[in-house]
């Protein structure tokens, strides 16, 4: 009995359920790391879309579904990268100024600020969802001011799911705020929390108040690409070809559940008394 058998003997499957579109005979299709529509943050502190550069409405609340860490090199000509590495969890972001040192001056390019770069570079690939029409986004970026954003989106995401027990995700608005540099300061983008739910079961609980985009407490020495400095991380061998794919579009199967902040007594373990 086949494996599809066997499923089917558990559970109701339709057309969707077992969907295939590849032809016998041609070669596999690997699929990439974007999903969805690609976003971008420019310099003009704006939320687009790659393709055409459509603004995104201010108001659009969309779920963070998860994050990459990506190592890439990047052919002489444009095109796509000729290389992909996905880190792996808890692994430190190679030394990328060894691994473009290394590589041919053949294989170097001319940048955006007219300069010659390596073919390395580091990105984050960040999946955001809109639950009503579920359409998928993906907004790749390295730069300090996005390492920023996701370190403060991190900690507030440990924050919750300490204290409430299950895993959680932030439903945000895309917006921007003021980030100091040693050039006199620019905008950054930033995450608008709107509220926290987790996916799947688990009993109903409050709905938290809107939150802000908390003002930048990381230093500038976060991010050694921009500033030309080399990471304080470990060196690890040159990636040769692809080694994960992105993980699958968000399919909720069950109604999203909001979760509340936590208490002040479950933060410190006893209550204020007034």
Known sequence: MSELVKAATQQQLDGFDTFEDAVEGEEERV???????????????????????????????????????VVQKWPVEPGPPLEERVLGPGEKIPDLNKLNAEAPQSEWREGPNGQMQGPYQFQFLVYLFHEATAARYTWASGTIGAKICLRDLTERLHFMRQYQGAKVHAVVTLTNVFMPTRFGGRQRPAFNYKRWIRIGGGEQVALPAADKPAPMTIEHTLDQFASGDKPAAKSVEQPDKVQAAAPSAPQPAKKAEAVAKPTAKEVTGDEIMF
Request: hydrophobic fraction near 45%; proline fraction near 3%.
């Open 31 to 69: 699929s990439g790391l974007m999903q969805g529509d690609r976003i971008k943050f420019t310099n003009t502190a704006e939320w687009v879309l790659a393709r055409d550069d459509t603004k995104l409405a201010p108001d659009l609340e969309l779920l963070v579904w998860d994050i990459l860490r």
